[in-house]
């Protein structure tokens, strides 16, 4: 790279048009634009006839644009993912031992959690950031509980083979950052859940849960031996709640929320709807792949390739003088290059999540735009430079 005279690696002279690559809430789509917002239904009740409707149809629209089977259940819940994964957990488990699948920071809280729960037996199958467990060694006659994109590692399920097609568990996925955003096999699936704010770009504090026939199932011939708060609450007198599956939501949603929601499902209906997001995400993973597969100092944190996610891209430096330093002097370097690329409005929000491993954590769904990527890498490469001067 070059530099000025006193030293100082020069900047790049291309930058990225968008400088937000964070991992969540992740960038608006393309041309986004406040005016976009249909404002309609704001002040208004939700329980009234046209709001509920407008929420009904972000579920429908929600529903088809992720290619959900027909006869899968989706609504709106309180609490993002992480609300919609904890009610699931609270509400389905206990029936079955449960097998915990544990390589990110998340799948990690899930598992801690499970040890609330009162199960006839948990088993945690873990880790490493950048690994993923023995998925082998889960039983089909288990409950699973799973992430299917480790958000914070980087790291993905490549497929669901290893879920047996007669199994008698049912398998829970949160699957928050891999909705929209990859092919998803829902015949090996009974609970997903995801958020807005994630590979549509939409608000966040809103979760999206989804149950198979087999998950409705499990709820209506199951109680658990547990008091639910009123939020977690899925049925009644023992029958699912239907209303929260039709726009009956169990406390007061943000109608401005939905209206920006709706308008993402334009944006990616226009596009070409979930294959033409799976190709953009893609093509973002693509790019930065190419870059580090030149790079000599950077690596990506998944060490095999069939595993490494296209939303959550964490890299680790491999530079032989970076990895002499101790873990706390790796993460002051990594904040200090974040800090540059902040302040030049090169990418704002990439460092590493905070337990992950000292990194660099880029968001590549598909509200992301490749050129942007491809921008970023001379800016990363001129941070490195600099702190390799210092």
Avoid at 71 to 81: H, R, Y
Avoid at 88 to 112: I, Q, R, T
Avoid at 226 to 245: D, H, S, V, Y
Avoid at 321 to 342: N, P, S
Wanted: hydrophobic fraction near 45%.
């Amino acid at each position: 790279m070059n530099e000025n005279a006193i030293g100082i690696p020069v900047m790049p002279d291309v930058r990225p048009n968008d400088a937000r690559f964070s991992s969540g809430p992740c960038k608006k789509y393309p041309g986004w634009e406040i005016n976009h917002i249909n404002t309609t239904h704001l002040g208004r009740s939700h329980r009234a006839k046209d709001a509920k409707q407008s929420i009904h149809s972000a579920i429908q629209r929600s529903h088809e644009l992720l290619g959900l089977p027909a006869d899968w259940k989706l609504g709106i819940v309180p609490g993002s993912d992480t609300g919609a994964f904890e009610m699931a957990m609270w509400s389905l488990l206990g029936a079955k031992p449960v097998d915990a699948l544990v390589w990110d920071s998340f799948s990690g809280d899930w598992a801690k959690d499970l040890a609330l729960l009162d199960l006839p037996e948990l088993n945690v199958l873990q880790a490493d950031y950048g690994d993923l467990p023995d998925l082998t060694q889960t039983n089909p006659d288990n409950d699973i509980v799973m992430v299917f994109n480790g958000t914070t590692s980087g790291v993905r399920v490549p497929h669901l083979d290893w879920i047996a097609a007669d199994r008698s568990g049912l398998v829970l996925c949160d699957a928050t950052s891999a909705a929209y955003a990859m092919p998803m096999d829902f015949d090996k699936l009974d609970v997903v859940t995801w958020s807005w704010q994630k590979v549509l770009g939409g608000e966040g504090a809103h979760g999206m849960l989804a149950l198979s026939p087999r998950a409705v199932e499990r709820l209506e011939s199951f109680t658990p031996k547990r008091p639910l708060p009123k939020i977690f609450r899925l049925t009644k007198n023992q029958a699912l709640n239907a209303g929260i599956f039709n726009g009956a939501t169990i406390n007061t949603p943000s109608m401005l929320a939905i209206a920006d929601l709706h308008a993402a499902l334009d944006w990616a209906e226009d596009l070409g709807g979930r294959k033409a997001l799976w190709q953009r995400t893609q093509a973002n993973f693509e790019c930065l792949d190419k870059w580090v597969q030149q790079c000599p100092w950077i690596d990506w944190l998944a060490g095999d390739p069939t595993t490494r996610s296209p939303t959550a891209m964490c890299l680790q430096v491999i530079d032989p003088a970076f990895q002499q330093l101790d873990k706390d002097a790796k993460q002051a370097a990594i904040k200090q290059m974040v800090g540059w690329l902040d302040a030049e409005g090169a990418a704002f929000d990439i460092a590493n999540y905070r337990d992950a491993p000292p990194g660099f954590r880029i968001w590549g769904g598909a509200t992301v735009e490749t050129r942007d990527l491809k921008a970023l890498t001379h800016w990363l490469e001129w941070a490195f430079a600099r702190f390799s001067k210092t």
